[in-house]
């Protein structure tokens, strides 16, 4: 069973940038699809980015795209979600999480075997 851990995340000013890691334990990441969500106060658990591991392609939501980039280094067995550009709007608790599945939703929290503990990230204005 993989086990994963975020790290990264932090306080900073609107405009300025993260890079959030996604370490795994107990399996390979190169294997599996992986996304990254996030979850701000009052609010419900939403995607942000994902990538697919049988071809390397890469999903963002409308509000993250052209700002975050999900990679993924599968000599670390780490992924990465390097946020850019942010908003205070971005602040919440951002997930990573692991899917097996062969047809693929990224956008679909059920479908994620495993997640992380999350790491926090707040953009002050």
């Known amino acids: 069973q993989v086990q994963l851990v975020e790290s990264g995340g932090g306080v900073v000013q609107a405009g300025g940038s993260l890079r959030l890691s996604c370490a795994a334990s107990?399996?390979?990441?190169?294997?599996?699809?992986m996304g990254w969500f996030r979850q701000a106060p009052g609010k419900e658990r939403e995607f942000a980015a994902a990538?697919?591991?049988?071809?390397?392609?890469?999903y963002y939501a409308d509000s993250v795209k052209g700002r975050f980039t999900i990679s993924r280094d599968d000599a670390k067995n780490t992924v990465f979600l390097q946020l850019n550009s942010l908003k205070p709007e971005d602040t919440a608790v951002y997930y990573c999480?692991?899917?097996?599945?062969?047809?693929?939703?990224?956008?679909?929290?059920?479908?994620?075997?495993?997640w992380g503990q999350g790491t926090q990230v707040t953009v002050s204005s």
């Open positions: 999480a692991a899917n097996t599945a062969i047809y693929y939703v990224p956008a679909d929290l059920k479908s994620h075997d495993y």
């Open positions: 107990g399996g390979t990441l190169s294997r599996y699809n």
């Open positions: 990538i697919r591991w049988i071809n390397g392609r890469t």
